[in-house]
């Protein structure tokens, strides 16, 4: 299989069952928070040796015109590695899995120029930099100890992950560079604000585990559909825009939303079908299911339980009510001699 061959097989087969599981995260909302690291602690050296190298090389395929075969696939998992210098000369590696090692520098990556698949989970990574990789696809550097956002351009990575991390601020993600990027995971990492995140091609946003306490900046992010916001500290439902157009699933649980009439600022959503506001003061609000339905008629699910349809005839005639009411204070408005009749 050449190169090129091999990369459109990958796009092909993005149902790997190496891939992360984003809906089962979703639904789970698992904890990804990592005690700090020891930043103190020493490890004994330990270079990626040819030994290592050779039992750890597989999958056999084609290069360049075909002529020629090279193992394409490394998987160096928990070897207690420092540095994986040999790597620069592995130039046809295609899958890379350095995962759960000691590793601060990924730089001899940048020579893997027909690389498509990376995992570099657990490490002592300060940085996701690298230089342009362009068939990287799906990229991940989860629970290091990564502070930016800033170095990622790969033009072709679709997937991003950055879970469990440090960081504060996205900064550097260049929508003009990441075309590709439908796939986006911050959580448990120290956010205050959900600006810098203007990505038009997201689909899937993952900032569950941060500290943000409102919505901001994601007005441009018109084919988002999936955004999980579980167990930071948000107020407000201020800074959504009917302009996500494509949004369907939202999950707010775990956050301090306590008044009810914050909801009819999601009413504009209009693909909005499955939201969750469990652990929100709100919630203890005896009307509060009927009050999600009457501001959101096209709402599906709501804490994951399906609105029966008893409940929405209740809430379009609260609806109507509502409307009948505003229409006689409107005409009141209009002719004051009307509310002395």
């Known amino acids: 299989m050449s190169d090129e061959e091999d990369v459109e097989y990958f796009e092909a087969n993005l149902d790997d069952p190496e891939r992360y599981d984003y809906e089962k995260e979703t639904e789970e909302g698992e904890d990804y928070r990592k005690d700090g690291e020891d930043l103190s602690e020493e490890w004994i050296p330990n270079s990626l040796s040819l030994d290592l190298m050779k039992e750890s090389l597989s999958m056999l395929c084609k290069t360049g015109n075909g002529l020629a075969h090279a193992y394409v696939k490394l998987e160096v998992k928990g070897r207690d590695l420092t540095d994986i210098i040999l790597l620069r000369s592995y130039i046809h590696l295609r899958y890379v899995d350095v995962s759960e090692n000691h590793l601060t520098d990924l730089s001899p990556l940048n020579h893997l120029t027909h690389l498509l698949w990376l995992k570099a989970d657990g490490n002592r990574l300060r940085t996701a930099r690298l230089n342009e990789l362009p068939y990287l696809q799906i990229a991940s550097f989860a629970n290091n100890q ?65 500290m943000l306490k409102k919505v901001e900046g994601l007005e441009t992010l018109s084919n988002l559909t999936t955004l999980h916001l579980r167990d930071n500290q948000i107020e407000t439902l201020s800074g959504f825009s009917g ?82 009411e505003q229409e006689r204070e409107a005409d009141q408005d209009e002719d004051p001699d009307l509310s002395t009749n």
């Open 146 to 210: 990564i502070t930016d956002t800033e170095g990622i351009s790969h033009p072709r990575l679709g997937t991003l992950d950055l879970k469990g991390n440090r960081i504060q601020m996205v900064t550097g993600l260049d929508p003009q560079k990441l075309t590709c990027l439908h796939t986006l995971e911050l959580r448990g990492n120290q956010l205050n604000n959900t600006l810098g995140i203007n990505l038009p091609k997201l689909k899937n946003l993952y900032l569950a585990q941060n």
């Open 243 to 324: 302009t996500m157009k494509s949004l369907q699933y939202l999950n707010l649980r775990g956050n301090m939303v306590a008044d009810l009439g914050e909801l009819s600022k999601l009413r504009d959503l209009p693909k909005l079908r499955a939201l969750v506001l469990l652990e929100n003061p709100c919630t203890d609000e005896s009307d509060y299911r009927q009050e999600a339905l009457v501001q959101m008629a096209h709402l599906e699910r709501l804490d994951k339980e399906i609105f029966e349809e008893e409940e929405r005839v209740e809430a379009e005639e609260m609806r109507q009510r509502l409307r009948e």
